[in-house]
């Protein structure tokens, strides 16, 4: 009596966390805890959620391949290319005018 709870709770709670991950990473979601916490109605969840418009890649201006915002040399090409900054934020700090 025993095996069978125990094949249910393979079935119901432990089968849902790998594919949930799976489907965490390809739409950049927190596939564990969907699957860990929510078992198959995460599953569902994540199967239905669109992928998150992500902020870590931009387009590489000369082969049009999607590269990290920070890199400073595209992976693909191996051409040299600008860091992107996010809108709205500065990485300059305010310095007091010359004398």
Avoid: N
């Avoid at 049009?64 to 040399?73: S, T, Y």
């Amino acid at each position: 009596m025993t095996s069978g709870y125990f094949m249910w709770l393979i079935i119901l709670w432990v089968v849902p966390i790998p594919i949930a991950i799976s489907q965490g990473r390809v739409k950049d979601r927190a596939g564990l805890a969907y699957g860990l916490f929510l078992g198959w109605i995460g599953v569902i969840i994540l199967a239905f959620l669109p992928p998150r418009k992500g902020d870590k890649f931009v387009e590489c201006p000369f082969c049009k391949e999607p590269i990290r915002r920070d890199a400073l040399v595209c992976a693909h090409c191996q051409r040299e290319v600008r860091p992107h900054r996010q809108e709205g934020h500065s990485d300059r700090t305010a310095l007091p005018p010359a004398p």
